[in-house]
Nanobody, 121 residues
Framework: QVQLVESGGGFVQPGGSLRLSCAGSGSIFSLGTMAWYRQAPGKQREFVADATSGGSTNYADSVKGRFTIPRDNAKATVYLQMNSLKPEDTAVYYC???????????????WGQGTQVTVSS
């Protein structure tokens, strides 16, 4: 079994920064794409950014130039560095990691529990 634990959310003023962390633990044979999604009140969950095992990254247009998604494979951890935050970034942020728990397993998608980010003056 694989568990993902998120941390780093909170309250910040517009223009501020936050860094989210998502640490995986348990049986992890191989890590695939690591991603962040977010869900604002009354809206559907949306893609924010991802980082593939090959080293490439992708970002939603709304966060390009402001967010980055470094990953640390040795720690099975993905981060979301959020700069120049705006009120419209307010949401619950969820991490998602593709994992092969054992060599014989297919890729399985795991989700974190979510962490609240509130941007307000």
């Amino acid at each position: 079994q694989v568990q993902l634990v998120e941390s780093g959310g909170g309250f910040v003023q517009p223009g501020g920064s936050l860094r989210l962390s998502c640490a995986g633990s348990g049986s992890i044979f191989s890590l695939g794409t690591m991603a962040w999604y977010r869900q604002a009140p009354g809206k559907q969950r949306e893609f924010v950014a991802d980082a593939t095992s090959g080293g490439s990254t992708n970002y939603a247009d709304s966060v390009k130039g402001r967010f980055t998604i470094p990953r640390d494979n040795a720690k099975a951890t993905v981060y979301l560095q959020m700069n120049s935050l705006k009120p419209e970034d307010t949401a619950v942020y969820y991490c998602n990691i593709l994992v092969r728990p054992h060599s014989s397993d297919p890729w399985i998608s795991y989700w974190g529990q979510g962490t609240q980010v509130t941007v307000s003056s």
